[in-house]
């Protein structure tokens, strides 16, 4: 296969997951059929098939592109030359601010439905594993500069890559606008981190 038809494929294989995307987030993954997708590429439900088995195998494609993002968005934060109280602050907003904007994300890790979906189940235990290794960096490097106090660091960062779980849901039906979940999540990290802050 020439370098040209790889990257026709690839983009392809790209347009069908931005139109999936949109079509997922808007009507869901049950109501979404691949002939939508089809349609709404302007091609033929027959050419899907060549790059993908099913919908599953799409919408999986889809959780994978959005997680990636949100991993991409955390990691950044992470590697700032931010100071670790800073650091940890941003990391939540970012954290909140992208999975508001990843409707199939959200809704695939949240929604029951999903639960049994064994690419679901994979992907909500590798998102955790990630977040807890970036807050316990986080932890570390407020520990070495004196700014942070705490004896366990690897249950320091479970607890609040838990804490952040349980807060989405409440968090996002609450804020009828982005400016009203950043002051909510402001408030939650000053009661969450209070005690994470030497004094």
Avoid: C, W
């Amino acid at each position: 296969m020439t370098t040209e038809s790889l990257n026709y494929n690839e983009s392809v294989r790209v347009s069908i997951l931005e139109a999936a995307q949109v079509l997922f987030a808007k009507f869901g993954y049950k109501k979404t059929t691949m002939e939508d997708i089809a349609l709404e590429l302007h091609k033929g439900k027959s050419s899907l098939y060549y790059y993908f088995k099913n919908k599953e195998e799409i919408f999986q494609a889809v959780i994978d592109k959005e997680q990636g993002e949100l991993i991409s968005n955390l990691k950044v934060v992470v590697e700032s030359s931010q100071n670790p109280q800073e650091k940890l602050n941003d990391y939540v907003l970012t954290r909140m601010k992208t999975i508001s904007q990843q409707d199939n994300y959200f809704k695939a890790l949240t929604n029951e439905r999903f639960g049994g979906i064994e690419f679901v189940k994979a992907v909500t235990e590798s998102t955790e594993r990630v977040e807890v290794e970036m807050i316990e960096t986080i932890i570390n490097e407020g520990l070495q500069d004196g700014s942070f106090q705490i004896k366990n660091v690897r249950m320091g960062a479970i607890g609040i890559a838990l804490a952040l779980k349980g807060i989405e849901i409440p968090m996002f039906k609450a804020a009828n606008k982005y400016e009203d979940m950043v002051e909510q999540v402001q408030n939650t990290i000053n009661i969450l981190f209070f005690g994470l802050i030497k004094r």
